[in-house]
């Protein structure tokens, strides 16, 4: 259910656009649903102009999608979208994480020793959700320290259509465990101050989400595919 405070101030609709990008990431908005303008401006106590406004902003990013005479649903990433995005931010997380390396002081390795620690307490306990979420965070903390400007915007602006898969593909059975595993190579190399082993690893760890994301599609292919029909003959 979406947030009932209301919305004050004068920017409005970007408050209305915080929002709604919570919403979606947080999966109370689904890929490919329709957006309830008339609840949600309700539910806030705002007017449909700033709801439409921030709308306008969402779709400017790529989250949403204009309809004409329909109204506006979230976009869902496709398989092949993800054969595409997986394979460049795979490029893009790895020279993060080169450059976090040469960047991170004690304070920040302590961060992100922090971080997984919590990572490995979501992983025992098999909490999925939790993980994810901690894993965005981690993610997100070696991008920061990469320090790097242009290398944080298109990160940063790929980074929000990875969030709308929403780690599907730690469903996969044993990748939870895999995943871990990949991070603990990462911090070692963060711990040895190995920077291209690092660059390395967060590559490769990307690359594994894509190979458990094909994984995990395939029985849902299998099942939309139409059986054979065995030819007749006719004489």
């Excluded at 309830?36 to 007017?47: G, I, P, R, Y």
């Excluded at 309809?67 to 979230?74: A, F, I, L, N, T």
């Excluded at 595409?84 to 302590?110: I, S």
């Excluded at 909490?127 to 991008?143: C, G, K, M, P, T």
Aim: charged share 30%.
């Amino acid at each position: 259910m979406p947030d009932p405070i209301p919305l004050r101030g004068a920017s409005l609709h970007d408050g209305v656009a915080s929002r709604l990008r919570t919403m979606i990431f947080e999966g109370q908005l689904a890929p490919g649903g329709w957006v309830d303008e008339k609840q949600l401006a309700a539910t806030w106590q705002v007017s449909r102009t700033p709801l439409r406004e921030a709308l306008k902003v969402l779709a400017s990013e790529g989250l949403v999608e204009l309809v004409p005479h329909r109204g506006c649903r979230v976009v869902e990433i496709s398989d092949a979208d993800a054969d595409d995005l997986f394979p460049v931010m795979a490029l893009l997380e790895g020279r993060c994480a080169l450059e976090a390396v040469r960047n991170a002081d004690d304070t920040a390795l302590a961060r992100l020793r922090h971080l997984h620690g919590e990572l490995e307490r979501h992983a025992a306990a098999g909490d999925i959700e939790a993980y994810f979420r901690l894993n965005h965070e981690f993610h997100s903390l070696v991008q920061a320290l990469a320090d790097n400007r242009w290398l944080d915007r298109v990160t940063g602006d790929l980074r929000r259509f990875m969030r709308l898969m929403r780690g599907r593909q730690l469903q996969l059975p044993g990748r939870l465990q895999a995943s871990i595993n990949e991070h603990r190579v990462l911090m070692d190399a963060f711990e040895q101050r190995d920077a291209h082993r690092a660059e390395r690893a967060m590559h490769d760890h990307l690359l594994a989400q894509l190979v458990a994301f094909k994984k995990l599609r395939q029985p849902a292919r299998s099942r939309r595919a139409p059986s054979a029909t065995p030819a007749t003959s006719r004489g």
